[in-house]
């Protein structure tokens, strides 16, 4: 029973043992047969159109607007540039782009932590436990998740309203961390991952129900939670609708909203502008800094997950 | 042997899982999910149905409200619009997803594999109005990496570009730009769960890559792909932040009313009509359940319960 507990989850967890077999194979026949070049060729195309445009955006932000007219489109502008940006961007609404940063992520993290709180214990006892209810609530949790949520911020917009909370911070943090579809994440990994014989053994050695959560299925649950707070993080990062309906101070706005309004002072695009004007290299700037954290936590969630499969799958 | 294998696995766990089971913790761990759910999911339902059906002065109104929505100009071409941006977006998703995902899983090397999982997941973190911002500049001609290419196709200007017969292929483009990688990153998953003994049999039985995707990989990730093509019209559905933030930056030229949440915010926002608002809600809720329905039943994505 113990290889079928270590088993279990490397077989669903993506491990890269599942893989290295085909590898061993495709390299004895690569010595036989000419590689069709098409499946590379794809792959590549792809690079460049998921690539390319970030590449481009890293570098428009070191350049001048003449430059981003004038100037070979992958060229580096120079740092003395990238300062002026800087100091143009910064001094937008005095600092206004660091204060929608400082909202994003307070926001953000806020809500990742409830998020978590919440959605991984009901998971896990959607997936391991029996209660009076329990069906109902995987559908429920299944339709809210399926069910378009920006069609609920008006409506949500009028219940905030009735009860007066409209421009707390809470009034987007408690609907970002409502999260169903990070409790299904849950509930799959344990339905799948988490074998009941496991749990059953804990309780036979005389775990409460909450000591065998915390004992067993939590420290299993490390690829899941970092799962879930990734694309919950991710999601609450990069929500517009919810807070450009809920918050109607420009002081408040996370930065994605205030994107939308650099956007509207950039001549380029919204000719009608004074003496206000943003210069478009300054709202790519804008724009690199709003994405800037949730690439940092991607890369650190990668190898988070990485290493998770890793542990799984050198077990067995 | 094992696709079978896993559900019965999933089977034998289900049915052992009702007997010796007897813990009613359950409810404990599920409390503060539950009154997430109540005051962020079931009272704005409750919310958006109930306005839907009365009038400004808070009386039943049958469905007059429905009619004032449907009446409006606007709203037949938000209807089309997003009709064919769904269109548009969906097949890309499934084709191409599906595509690179397997091309991805016959990669020798893993660290290639890997490598390129990442690359394309990047704009993922672009997701909203950043992934808009950069697109804005992309369909510039005159700033465009690309300029080359919208030239070779006949256009000059930004507003040549955002001529409106493209929009629903510009939103399809800036939707598989931010969304396709995290895709591609679950169905990579899921054909990692593809036991190897299945495609080792395969291989010795003669298939081909091609025979392999086919007659096996496909099928087995058909839960997954269902799955995929409702989160991604659920969310389709929902568009609002490209249509608006295009609007912006074409002062109005492109984009305006193009959604019919941009239509419901209008509504609500400048009609101060939240119960014509509310219609339009509901309507796109009752899209969103009827399609997740027919895919839960049709596709028997739910066997697990």
Known sequence: MPTDTHTAPSHAAPSPAGTRPPAGQRTRRRGRVPRNPLPALVLGLFVLFFVLPVLWLLLAATKTDDQLVNANPLSFGSFHALRANWDALTSYQGDAILLWLRNSALYSFLALVITLAVAVPAGYALAMTEFRGRRTLLIATLVVMLMPNATLVVPLFLEINAVHLIGSMWSIILPYAFYPFGVYLTYIYFTTALPRELMEAARLDGCSEFGAFRRVALPLAAPVVALVGFFSFVANWTNYYLPYVLLPESGQFPVQVGLGTLLDDVPQFNPTVGSLAVQRPELALATLLAITPVLIVFLFSQRFLVAGMLAGATKS | ?305
Request: glycine share 10%; proline share 4%; aromatic share 14%.
């Open chain 2, 1 to 305: 042997m094992s696709g079978a294998a896993t559900s019965d696995q999933a089977r034998a766990a289900r049915s052992t899982r009702r007997a010796p089971w007897p813990g009613r913790a359950g409810h404990g761990f599920v409390a503060a999910y539950l009154v997430l759910l109540i005051a962020f999911g079931v009272v704005p339902t409750g919310y958006a149905i109930y306005f839907a059906f009365t009038n400004a002065d808070g009386r039943l109104s049958g469905l007059s409200n429905f009619a004032t929505a449907a009446r409006d100009f606007r709203y037949l071409p938000a209807v089309g619009h997003v009709a064919l941006y769904l269109l548009f977006w969906l097949a890309a998703l499934v084709v191409f997803v599906v595509a690179l995902a397997l091309l991805l899983h016959r990669l020798a090397g893993q660290g290639i594999s890997r490598a390129l999982r990442f690359l394309y997941y990047i704009p993922g973190a672009l997701a909203g109005a950043a992934s808009v911002m950069v697109w804005l500049f992309l369909l510039d001609p005159s700033v465009s990496p690309a300029g080359f290419l919208l030239r070779a196709l006949g256009f000059d200007t930004f507003g040549q570009v955002i001529a409106p017969g493209h929009l629903p292929v510009l939103f399809t483009l800036i939707a598989f730009w931010t969304g396709a990688g995290g895709w591609i990153v679950v169905m990579y998953g899921a054909l990692n769960n593809i036991p190897h003994d299945l495609i080792e049999a395969a291989r010795i039985d003669g298939a081909g890559a091609w025979q392999t995707a086919r007659r096996i990989q496909i099928p087995l990730l058909r839960k997954w792909i269902v799955y995929m093509v409702i989160l991604a019209f659920a969310g389709g559905t929902q568009l609002f932040v490209e249509p608006q933030l295009l609007s912006q930056a074409s002062v109005g030229v492109a984009g305006r009313d193009y959604s019919l949440n941009q239509l419901s915010y209008d509504f609500a926002f400048q009609n101060n009509d939240v119960n014509s608002a509310a219609a339009i809600s509901v309507e796109l809720l009752l899209i969103g359940l009827i399609v997740a329905a027919l895919f839960v039943a049709r596709s028997g994505f739910f066997d697990a319960d």
